[in-house]
C-alpha cells in the first residue's frame, strides 16, 4: 500500500464545476505539498501547508492531521487548469529517501470547455 | 535566474551510451533533490543533496546512476550504459533547508529522456 494514496486518480469536469482532489496519507508527516504538472512535464509547487486551510485565487487547500487527510479545491474551474495534481508529504523521521518527499501518484484532470 | 533551471529540456539518445543532467538550484539554496518520473507513474526519488554533507542516495536504481554537486551549487545527474527503462522526466528540487524544518521545494522544468 502506498504511503500516499490520492483519489480520484483521473477527473473529467466541465468549465465552471468546483473540482476536489483528495489526498490521504499513512505516516506522520510535518508538512503536506500540493504540486501541479503540466503536459511538458514541469512542476510548480501550489502550496504547503502543515495545518488548517490556504488559499490562492481559486485555489484552496485543508489539511486535518487528525485524520491524516488534505484536500485541494478549485472554484470556477477553467480548462487551463488541466493537469496533473500531485500530493506529496514530508515524513517526519529520517529514513532512506524521507529528507526529501513522499509523492502520490497524482490526479489527472481535465477541464472541458 | 528566479527559478530551479535544468539542461536539457528533451534528450533523446542511444541506447549504451552516458547522458548528463543538469539542474541550477535557486541561489542560497542548501538542498537539491533529484527525482525520476517514469511513464504512468509517480515521482520516484533519486538523491538529496544537502549543504557540504554527504548526499543521501538511497533512491538510485543502480550503479549506473551518479550525482554529483560542485561548490554546493549546480548539480549533475549522470546515467551511464543508458538502458531503455531510464527513459523518464527527470526533475530537481531545491530548497532553503531541509524539509523537516517544513520549507518549501522549487522544481524545475525537468529534462525528458528518451532511450532508443
Known amino acids: 500500500k502506498n504511503e500516499v494514496e490520492q483519489s480520484p486518480q483521473n477527473l473529467t469536469a466541465q468549465e465552471g464545476e468546483f473540482i476536489t482532489i483528495n489526498c490521504s496519507y499513512s505516516?506522520?508527516?510535518?508538512?503536506l505539498h500540493w504540486l501541479q504538472q503540466h503536459p511538458g512535464g514541469g512542476i510548480v509547487s501550489l502550496f504547503m501547508l502543515s495545518s488548517g486551510k490556504k488559499k490562492h485565487g481559486r485555489l484552496i487547500a485543508t489539511i486535518n492531521i487528525q485524520e491524516k487527510h488534505s484536500s485541494l479545491h478549485i472554484t470556477a474551474s477553467h480548462p487551463r487548469d488541466s493537469a496533473v495534481y500531485i500530493c506529496a508529504v514530508i515524513v517526519g523521521r529520517s529514513r532512506g529517501g524521507a529528507d526529501g518527499l513522499t509523492f502520490g501518484k497524482g490526479t489527472h484532470l481535465i477541464i472541458q470547455p | 535566474g528566479a527559478g530551479v533551471s535544468q539542461s536539457p529540456s528533451n534528450k533523446v539518445t542511444e541506447k549504451g551510451k552516458d547522458v548528463e543532467l543538469r539542474c541550477d538550484p535557486i541561489s542560497g539554496h542548501t538542498a537539491l533533490y533529484w527525482y525520476r518520473q517514469s511513464l504512468g507513474q509517480g515521482l520516484e526519488f533519486l538523491i538529496y543533496f544537502q549543504g557540504n554533507s554527504a548526499p543521501d542516495k538511497s533512491g538510485l536504481p543502480s550503479d549506473r546512476f551518479s550525482a554529483e554537486r560542485t561548490g554546493g551549487s549546480v548539480s549533475t545527474l549522470t546515467i551511464q550504459r543508458t538502458q531503455q527503462e531510464d527513459s523518464a522526466v527527470y526533475l530537481c528540487a531545491s530548497s532553503l533547508g531541509q524539509p523537516r524544518l517544513n520549507t518549501e521545494a522549487f522544481f524545475g522544468q525537468g529534462t525528458r529522456l528518451t532511450v532508443v
Open positions: 505516516v506522520g508527516i510535518s508538512a
